[in-house]
């Protein structure tokens, strides 16, 4: 199971830091993604990062903004977003998978895990 937290309402240029917390089976041996999906709009890759966190991958949008990282020790993962913007509205959804790779962020490849969402709010 994956439980997102950490999302909200915040301010154009604001930061807001999402956490993935997992209960059942090990994170760290799983490769773990972000995704997000805003009000009539599709699913979109947000960024992924391998096991050893030597592979990290970002969509263009997010890219010089936002962070991925993970603790395998606590079996946490984290997204922290910077200079939010109003198009980053959304349900942020946590993932596991098997690979790090393009197909992961374009067709959630290997994606075999998805957290309940949880809807981060950018507005003024």
């Known amino acids: 199971q994956l439980v997102e937290s950490g999302g909200g309402l915040v301010q154009p240029g604001g930061s807001l830091r999402l956490s993935c917390a997992a209960s059942g089976f090990t994170l760290g041996s799983h490769i773990r993604a972000w995704f997000r999906q805003a009000p009539g709009k599709e699913r979109e890759g947000v960024s992924c990062i391998g096991v050893s966190e030597r592979v990290t991958r970002y969509a263009d949008s997010v890219k010089g903004r936002f962070t991925n990282s993970r603790d395998n020790a606590r079996n946490l993962g984290y997204l922290q977003m910077n200079d939010l913007k109003p198009e980053d509205t959304a349900v942020y959804y946590c993932?596991?998978?098997?690979?790090?790779?393009?197909?992961?962020?374009?067709?959630?490849?290997?994606?075999?895990?998805w957290g309940k969402g949880i809807p981060v709010t950018v507005s003024s």
């Open positions: 993932a596991a998978g098997q690979a790090c790779g393009l197909a992961t962020l374009t067709r959630a490849y290997g994606i075999h895990l």
